[in-house]
């Protein structure tokens, strides 16, 4: 027992039973290619398994954000671990790239093994989504950088894909058309403003909200970012896509156009799929202009794909076949910038 070291606020043994306790959520992340376990200096992953001629490594880094801010609030810890793997594998996915490898960092205030069991776990349910390992991570506790109930969440993704597979936008050409494909809500971009929408109005976060179908604000603002890995990969395999997006923050307006190439341009119609009721509300809480909405929110378009007409149909009957909700939303142009026809 290291009595000087939690006497300054880091207690070790909650740190070892946050190890024996997140194993088993671990384990079940196991696939293909995973080497070793929980405990080591590093996460490995036998790349040679799979079978690639040619692997790209396609990685990326997020958090969650202030999203956390009502995860503290709704003391409700169990979905937050599935947003920040689904920040993370969604990003590398808009390269084609498969997800293969996970790690997390969770920085705390005070060390709740059990809070922590259950945001890992929420974590090792998104990597089950991804359907990537997750190798690794770290628990740090933080004694005065974080307030005794608060903590922050980050992960960081790894992919893979054959190189003549890559999907990088130089294949998108004027004509083409945007598939939307429907996003489970705010996913985990715009809190910030949606925080001050909230306390603004002096909403609370327990309130039950009759368009919200009588669902507390809270719980539906809480409603986990949609991982799209494996869907896309289905039409990937069996469409050329173009190019694609993931709609974080910035919206429509900072992430759809990433993927075109000089003198082109972008122009899309609202109407063609349907935003959710909470973005409505947001809009009428925050007295948000609604052409400024599509530039904070996803407005309940999570990821975009970029195909030729003739093969949009069969991507939405892909999509259609797990689950998902997906739009022909707008087309390429030759006229460069982005124009939304709003209804």
Not at 45 to 73: C, M, N, Q, R, W
Not at 182 to 193: D, I, K, R
């Amino acid at each position: 027992m290291a009595n000087s070291y939690e006497q300054a606020g880091v207690n070790l043994e909650a740190g070892y039973e946050v190890v024996r306790r997140i194993k088993q959520h671990v384990a079940s992340t196991a696939r293909k290619g995973a080497m070793g376990g929980i405990g080591a200096f590093g996460g490995m992953f036998d790349l040679s398994s799979l079978g690639y001629k040619e692997p790209v490594l396609v990685s990326s880094t997020d958090g969650v954000g202030t999203k956390l801010k009502i995860a503290f609030t709704m003391d409700k810890h169990d979905t937050v671990g599935i947003d920040v793997v689904a920040m993370c594998v969604n990003d590398v996915l808009a390269h084609g790239a498969e997800p293969i490898v996970f790690l997390d960092y969770v920085a705390l205030g005070h060390n709740v093994p059990e809070k922590v069991e259950r945001i890992v776990a929420g974590v090792a349910e998104g990597c089950r989504q991804a359907g990537c390992v997750l190798v690794g991570g770290e628990t740090a506790e933080m004694p005065g950088m974080y307030g005794q109930d608060e903590y922050d969440l980050a992960g960081a993704a790894t992919g893979v894909v054959e190189k003549s597979k890559l999907i990088d936008g130089s294949k998108v050409k004027v004509g083409d058309i945007l598939v939307g494909i429907a996003s489970s809500g705010v996913h985990s971009n715009g809190f910030s403003l949606v925080r001050k929408i909230v306390s603004d109005g002096r909403h609370h976060y327990s309130d039950r909200v009759p368009e919200l179908d009588g669902r507390k604000l809270g719980d539906v603002l809480l409603t986990p970012t949609k991982i799209y890995v494996k869907q896309v990969l289905d039409v990937v395999s069996h469409c050329d896509v173009h190019g694609m997006a993931h709609i974080t923050g910035g919206g429509f307006d900072e992430n759809i156009p990433r993927f075109l190439q000089e003198g082109q341009g972008l122009e899309i119609d609202e109407g063609t799929w349907e935003i959710p009721v909470i973005f409505n509300l947001l809009e009428k809480w925050g007295g948000v202009p609604h052409r400024e909405m599509f530039n904070i929110f996803n407005m309940g378009v999570g990821m975009v794909l970029v195909l030729d007409p003739s093969e949009v149909q069969q991507a939405i009957d892909i999509l259609a076949s797990h689950g998902e909700k997906a739009f022909a939303i707008g087309k390429v142009t030759d006229v460069p910038g982005m124009y939304i026809n709003l209804k």
